[in-house]
């Protein structure tokens, strides 16, 4: 009698044969960075930079439009290979392998209305409302918010609806990253709205560790990486230097 046996891979393993190399990439809505375009397809200065990094390293990239809190789980369990995000996660410690490249960053903003006193230290949060974005924690700074007693913390479901909230006097604040909302500061009174710098924070590529390829495959990230900005196909490797925050930002968060 002959017995057939059949081994089953894992799925966070990344298939190695030639025929398929795909890696699966997910991505959020956070225009003009990441985001899904009217077609469905996946859109945004990041995602155009990952596809062509990804193939550069060997490998047909395989996009899955997620909201940021599966993303996380995704890359805990293996479920997705690679994130194009935010560095340094404290929700994602010891979960992920983080590219040595950092190509973009992002700034996180105190949006307000004018006339409202302009936020220069985490100080002035006392006694106020503070509009948050529903699904980002601001790498770990909401819980430290919603930790604060005498700052109330209100969520909208997204950047439109945030900053409404914050014409009609919802809250004292809006913290949102500065791309996604200029690319939403569309309507009239929208002009009303100022903004100050909370902190600078690098974007690179995050590996799951349930992968066992995780870091070969940030290694090819990187070289990859390196490659093409030798060749001027890519932006030129950034000197990470000391990155801006606000006076008073918590230490834990930096």
């Known amino acids: 009698m002959i017995v057939a046996l059949v081994v089953l891979k894992p799925v966070s393993v990344l298939a190695e044969t030639s025929d398929n190399r795909s890696l699966r990439i997910a ?17 945004g200065s990041f995602i155009e930079l990952t596809r062509k990094i990804a193939v550069e390293a060997g490998y047909e990239p395989e996009f899955l439009f997620l909201p940021i809190s ?57 006694g106020k409302t503070v509009i948050t974005i529903g699904g980002y924690t601001y790498g770990g700074l909401l819980y430290w918010l919603e930790a604060e007693g005498s700052i109330d913390v209100t969520q909208a479901p997204n950047y439109r609806a945030a900053l409404e909230m914050l014409k009609l006097g919802r809250g004292h ?12 500061l569309t309507m009239p009174k929208d002009e009303k709205i100022r903004e100050s710098a909370i902190r600078l924070r690098n974007l690179t590529w995050l590996f799951s560790l349930a992968n066992p390829r995780a870091a070969i495959l940030r290694e090819e990230f990187d070289d990859a990486y390196i ?17 801006f925050v606000i006076p008073g930002f918590p230490e834990q968060y930096r």
């Open 227 to 243: 490659r093409l900005a030798e060749k001027g196909e890519v932006p030129p490797i950034r000197n990470l230097g000391e990155s």
């Open 173 to 184: 604040y809006l913290f949102g990253h500065r791309d996604p909302v200029v690319e939403t």
């Open 70 to 126: 599966r993303v996380y789980l995704y890359l805990r369990n293996g479920r997705i290979d690679v994130w194009p995000g935010s560095a340094n996660v404290p929700a994602l410690n010891g979960e992920v392998l983080e590219t040595w490249v950092t190509p973009l960053a992002t700034q996180l903003s105190a949006w307000y209305l004018e006339g409202t006193e302009p936020l220069t230290h985490f100080d002035q949060l006392q």
């Open 27 to 43: 991505y959020v809505e956070f225009p003009p960075i990441t985001y899904q375009a009217s077609d469905g397809r996946p859109a």
